[in-house]
């Protein structure tokens, strides 16, 4: 097999390469340790950055922003911590006169009554870590009372809960409501349409 004479850019002596070796960047060095002394020597080169929370300027290197989503936003996490409410969560829904998570004035007897009927988890049986769950969203209610009828309640542990919920995308449409199973086609489409 022919063999192609190189010299390395780091320490200058000469070496040898097979030419397919030469198309995933292995002609330059001619050893491990001079690679790894090439990308030492190499200048580092930020991406500057403007934290969305406290406006104070900071850099991220090309592959954090790329290996962890959303790591642009804040420069650090107690910044994050602070700011990342209302508007600036990125399950923000938008405010009511009692902000985000009012759930109307009559929840907690709603929520008793809840548990109080179910006794344990509707899905698996547990009875601890329970939670109360809105099968039609809460959000979707113009009235939070009609939200918070029983009929529309069930008791849910903490560990169904999150399955539960993003399982179904639920859609606001003329005075009514539209499921989709989360993934699937129907979903696809609602999505493209700018529906979700």
């Not at 969305?52 to 850099?59: A, I, K, S």
């Not at 938008?94 to 902000?99: E, F, L, P, R, V």
Request: aromatic share 6%; with cysteine; proline share 4%.
């Amino acid at each position: 097999m022919k063999m192609i004479d190189l010299i390395c850019t780091v320490c200058g002596k000469s070496f040898t390469r097979q030419p397919s070796r030469l198309a995933h960047g292995r002609g330059k060095h001619c050893s491990a340790a001079c690679q790894y002394a090439a990308r030492r020597a190499a200048p580092k080169i930020g991406v500057a950055m403007v934290c969305v929370g406290c406006g104070v300027p900071f850099t991220r290197w090309p592959s954090q922003l790329r290996q962890k989503r959303g790591c642009g936003k804040y420069h650090s996490r107690a910044c994050r911590d602070a700011h990342r409410k209302g508007a600036q969560h990125p399950q923000w829904i938008g405010a009511t006169t009692h902000g985000p998570r009012y759930y109307g004035a009559h929840w907690q007897a709603a929520k008793r009554a809840a548990r109080q009927r179910d006794g344990a988890c509707v899905r698996c049986g547990a009875t601890s870590g329970l939670h109360v769950h809105h099968r039609i969203p809460w959000r979707l209610w113009e009235d939070k009372d009609a939200a918070n009828e029983l009929c529309n309640l069930e008791t849910l542990c903490e560990s169904c809960h999150r399955p539960v919920e993003c399982a179904t995308k639920w859609v606001s449409v003329d005075g009514g409501v539209i499921a989709f199973r989360a993934g699937g086609a129907a979903a696809a489409l609602a999505a493209e349409k700018g529906m979700l």
